[in-house]
């Protein structure tokens, strides 16, 4: 293990002179590449997936784990869209003269070698190999062993570009221990390892943050909100909701509870129960607003619980002050929205949230990497520093000072 961390820690010298040029060469070499494995992928996928079905796997965690060839086509499209991004390395930041007329540049480097530990999806593999290799970082992936296959499949294509350019695989690599102990030897390696990501389940990240000797940013859980005011546009409230929990429940940016303003409740309730339940959504609802609709009675853990499944909580609230108070006892700083047509309350509802992504009349969905126009994310950060919300290639950099002197001493 420390002789691999080496490779990929003398791999930072090969990527620090990589022109940009070159790098758009072998994100689209890698995209063509993963388009013309597609089979083996999804044959290797179906490998997972199998296991996944015996191992009685939740249906949220089967449809992540899902490779077909419209998934492997969005990864590839996801490296052309990295390829083309601006260039982050080498961006003057920030750039004066001091009053020894000595020139200082603020300028973006790379961070070096990252670790990203994630479960589950196995486009994370091609996604954050292609934003590490962008922004001139070596990547050490470990996915969950439930897409075992299909990772070692995604990985073994990159690779092969990475060899057939000229450049070492060790670039783009899975760990070679991908046990407990593996993970736990990796996150105390700060000799070698730069940066630590953990997405995935609360246990994970936990254990991370706790043990972890090299500096974390953590893919938190994502227990987003929605409030409905009472200046609502209902239509529109119904369609963002329905949207932030359905369309997929089972990703980090749903929503897990809805808030209602009470003023709407008895108009907007109604709408938003046909909905949800066309949707077969399991409703858990508080005391006022099991007066005008029927479902579960929500518990203080539902309002506390990330579902990560077709389940949702509802609260209702007197104001915008009660909303603001529920979502900051709750949220866990991921995604908040709130719906409203009152200018005022919006920006006081945007200002007053401390989340890494706040919405006016937009569904939660779009905190992603790919929906920012980053192209893809190597996590959604809920850390304030150094990086918050989507982490695409420029928050894959950190900067150094370079100094111009023509003889200055002091």
Known sequence: MEEFLKKAKESCGVMATLSSAKKREVLNAMAAKLLEKSDYIIEQNSIDMQNAKEANLSSAMVDRLLLDEGRVAAMAKSLQ????????????????????????EKVS????????????RPNVTADVGALCFKSGNVAIL??????????R?????????????GLPKEVISLLPDSSREGVAYLIKQDKYVDLIVPRGGEALIKYVATNATVPVVKH??????TYIDKDADLE???????????????????METLIVHEEIAPKALPLLKEAFDAEATELRADAKALEVISAKEASEEDFDTEYLANILSIKTVSSLDEAIEHITKYGSGHSEAIITENYTAAEEFLNRVDAATVYVNAS?????????GFGAEVGISTNKLHARGPMGINELTTYKYKIYGTGQIR
């Open 364 to 372: 939660t969905r779009f905190t992603d990497g790919g929906a920012f």
């Open 236 to 254: 529109m409230a119904v369609k963002i909701a329905v949207n932030a929990k359905c369309d997929r429940p089972g990703v980090c940016n749903a």
């Open 153 to 165: 499949a995604i990985a073994k294509v990159l690779q092969d570009v990475l060899e057939e350019t």
């Open 142 to 151: 470990k996915g969950g062993k439930e897409a075992e296959h299909s990772n």
């Open 81 to 104: 869209e990295i390829a083309m991004l601006k260039e982050p390395v080498g961006r003057v930041l920030e750039g004066w003269w001091t009053d020894d007329d000595i020139r200082i």
């Open 220 to 225: 938190d859980k994502g227990l987003c909100h």
């Open 109 to 120: 480097v790379p961070i070096g070698v990252i670790g990203v530990i994630y479960e589950s």
